[in-house]
């Protein structure tokens, strides 16, 4: 295990929103569903009798504060058999390495995103290449392709490849049921198209970027889905959702057409971006 280079550690720290390191207690979305991340950035923990998954561990500095929460809720981090990622930026991918070596899970991801991940998050083909920061290289087991259901136990979630924000973007559906409750669960990724300059999504060398990237939006509009929750939490209202669902509104986390606008308005916001490339060819 190479030793995490201590200034890139402290770049991502200055970087980041205190909210990104803020404590903040695990809760359940729903049955198996937990979130057990800091307050500014998710860490989902879908639990079984035979282990369990774990989807994206933020940052570096995160990793202690994820098992405490794993803990928390009574589960024991050595039972969490995978961990999965949304997509390899250092906010949802620095801690995976250490919390991989510390359970013992095994690490899966797409096959654009096990390069950055192996390459501790510097891809070239990644839009924030030179700006976003880098962190410790991740031992990738095994990839998975577009619609390609992972199973732990009887657990099963189906990895949607949402290419745009990185190229291994992964969105997540699954199941899980609260009593004789079941809901769709839908963990989309994020939809961003920020870039470091010079990255033209637009560029005809790669004509396949927004023809992916609106393949990916378009997959997002039409699952199945009753709960959606977003990497950064404010980019899906979760935390205002938990809030009122606390407050009472039993049902406040369930928005069937959350997903559909999620996709409608990352959408928009790709027009306006390839709008402004279109405007100024070298942004
Ligand atoms: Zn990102």
């Known amino acids: 295990m190479p030793a995490f280079p201590v200034a890139v550690l402290a770049a991502a720290l200055i970087a980041a929103p205190p909210s990104w ?9 729903h049955g198996n569903a937990w979130q057990v991340g800091s307050a500014g950035l998710s860490a989902i923990l879908v639990t079984s009798d035979a282990g369990h998954v774990l989807i994206d561990v933020p940052l570096a500095a995160n ?45 899966r991801s797409s096959t654009a995103s096990a390069r950055a991940l192996r390459s501790g998050g510097d891809d070239p083909d990644d839009p924030q290449h030179g ?20 199973r732990v136990g009887t657990l099963a979630l189906t990895a949607h490849l949402t290419p745009g924000h990185t190229p291994g973007s992964t969105s997540w559906s699954w199941r ?3 009593r004789s409750r079941c809901l769709d669960l839908v963990y989309a990724d994020s939809l ?44 899906s209202g979760l935390d205002e959702r938990i809030e009122r669902r606390d407050a009472g509104e039993a049902d406040a986390l369930v928005d069937r057409s959350a997903c559909r606008r999620y996709a409608r308005e990352a959408g928009e916001r790709l027009d306006q971006r390839l709008a402004r490339e279109h405007a100024a060819p070298h942004p």
């Open 131 to 150: 700006s976003a920061d880098r962190y410790a290289p991740v031992a990738v087991a095994s990839t998975f392709g577009d619609g390609e259901v992972v």
């Open 21 to 29: 390191t803020a404590a903040q207690a695990p809760y359940r979305i």
């Open 176 to 178: 899980s049921c609260e």
């Open 63 to 107: 990793v202690e504060r994820v098992e405490a929460n794993v803990r928390a809720l009574g589960f024991r981090v050595e039972d969490i058999r995978m961990i999965l990622n949304t997509h390899a930026h250092f906010d949802h991918a620095g801690g995976i390495a250490a919390l991989a070596r510390r359970s013992g899970a095994q690490v």
């Open 192 to 235: 961003t198209a920020i870039s470091d300059d010079g990255y033209l999504y637009s560029d005809p060398a790669h004509p396949q970027r927004v023809a992916d990237f609106r393949r990916g939006l378009a997959m997002i509009a039409k699952l199945p889905c009753d709960i959606l929750v977003t990497p950064h939490p404010e980019a």
